[in-house]
């Protein structure tokens, strides 16, 4: 069974749209020693959500890991690792953050607790209801 992650990214950097249009890309750029440990903790077959930092803070899109994490090629330090991402479809509602700090169901989820952290774990159940309020097809 695939294991649920939601990955952040700054519409100046590289907004979900542009991975939809890429298709598939490298996702890279982590440096945070406890977003290292998640994406290191991440298989070819993982779902993703997509969240966009910045103005917008929701949650905008899926996408699927399709490598095992690996050593970031063009860093030159074996420390940071990457993974290989495919764009899955837009959510029909985005997810704010102000909707998910709203329910308490979330409370302890590490996008409230946590708000640098550009890579966590979504567990089952959080990442169904999350989902749910995006009305998202699974």
């Known amino acids: 069974m695939p294991n649920h992650w939601l990955l952040k ?13 890429d298709r ?3 996702w890279d750029g982590v440096s945070n020693a406890l977003a290292l440990k998640h994406l290191r903790g991440m298989a070819k077959g993982d ?3 997509i969240y966009h930092s910045g103005d917008e803070k929701a949650i905008v899109g899926l996408a ?3 490598s095992d994490p690996y050593a970031d090629p063009k860093a030159g330090d074996p420390k940071l ?6 764009a899955g479809d ?8 102000a909707a998910v700090k709203a329910d308490p169901v979330f409370a302890e989820f ?3 607790r946590m708000s640098r952290l550009s890579v966590m774990p979504v567990p089952p159940d959080l990442w169904n209801r ?3 309020m995006g009305s998202a097809r699974r």
């Open 9 to 21: 990214t700054d519409t100046d950097t590289y907004p979900f749209d542009r991975l939809v249009s």
């Open 24 to 26: 598939r890309t490298v």
């Open 47 to 49: 779902q993703v959500l």
């Open 64 to 66: 699927r890991v399709v």
């Open 81 to 86: 690792a990457v993974v290989d991402l495919e």
């Open 90 to 97: 837009r959510l029909a509602h985005p997810v704010t953050l």
């Open 110 to 112: 590490a996008l409230v």
């Open 130 to 132: 999350l989902l749910s």
